[in-house]
């Protein structure tokens, strides 16, 4: 268990649709990571929160947005959705270590768009 | 722009043998570079990591060896076990930025 509890695990909703998986980063952490991963693209970084405030932002679309609430979960939210955005969604937290951000994933939340 | 690139895709390996998975990365800014390992249902966890001043890291049966100026680097499962059946992913980091760009990922099955 790496203690980033992601929720819920499964989520299986129609086109146009809008949901939000939520993340709990490990005790202590105060990043936030969201990752795709699909079968043709392998893991995908989409976006990056610190402490509250975005740090980074990867390949994520204009219809997908997140924030990171006082209490630091996470809420990523995924709007107008299409079939390709059927994926599994991971997210991690991180500790800095004296070899670098080790990253510690979440269990994931597989997303079917029908 | 695919920034590490993986190979193989998949491998399948006999029990006792040895796995070999490559990655070569382009941006030389990278100075971080772990490998995930993945089971079914499971999120990717952190198997070994090794920085660019080091050529070669071996913890237990994993060892990853780096070469630097080919910018390449590979992780080598010796005595591979039906349990090591997986999916392995490289990645790489920047010197300040915490994000990972991942490797394509290999599916490793273990043969008993």
């Known amino acids: 268990d790496s203690g980033v509890t992601q929720t819920p695990k499964h989520l299986i909703t129609a086109t146009g649709q809008r949901v939000t998986l939520r993340c709990s980063p490990r005790?202590?952490?105060?990043?936030v990571y969201w990752y795709q991963q699909s079968l043709d693209q392998g893991l995908q970084f989409l976006i990056h929160y610190y402490n509250g405030e975005e740090r980074a932002k990867g390949n994520i679309l204009e219809r997908f947005s997140a924030q990171q609430f006082p209490d630091l979960h996470s809420e990523l939210n995924l709007s107008s959705l299409e079939l390709g955005d059927s994926a599994l969604y991971f997210c991690a937290s991180s500790v800095a270590t004296a070899l670098g951000n080790e990253a510690f994933f979440g269990q994931g939340t597989r997303l079917t768009v029908v | 722009q695919q920034q590490v690139k993986q190979s193989p895709q998949s491998l399948i390996v006999q029990k006792g043998g040895i796995s070999i998975i490559n990655c070569a990365y382009e941006n030389t800014a990278f100075d971080y570079f772990p490998w995930y390992q993945q089971f079914p249902g499971k999120g990717p966890a952190l198997l070994i990591a090794?920085?660019?001043?080091?050529s070669e890291k071996k913890e237990g049966r994993f060892t990853i060896s780096f070469n630097k100026s080919a910018k390449q680097f590979s992780l080598h499962i010796m005595d591979s076990q039906p349990g090591d059946s997986a999916t392995y992913f490289c990645?790489?980091?920047?010197?300040?930025?915490?994000?990972?760009?991942f490797g394509k990922g290999t599916m490793l099955l273990v043969s008993p």
């Open positions: 990645a790489a980091s920047m010197r300040g930025y915490s994000t990972l760009t």
């Open positions: 090794i920085r660019p001043d080091v």
């Open positions: 005790s202590g952490d105060l990043s």
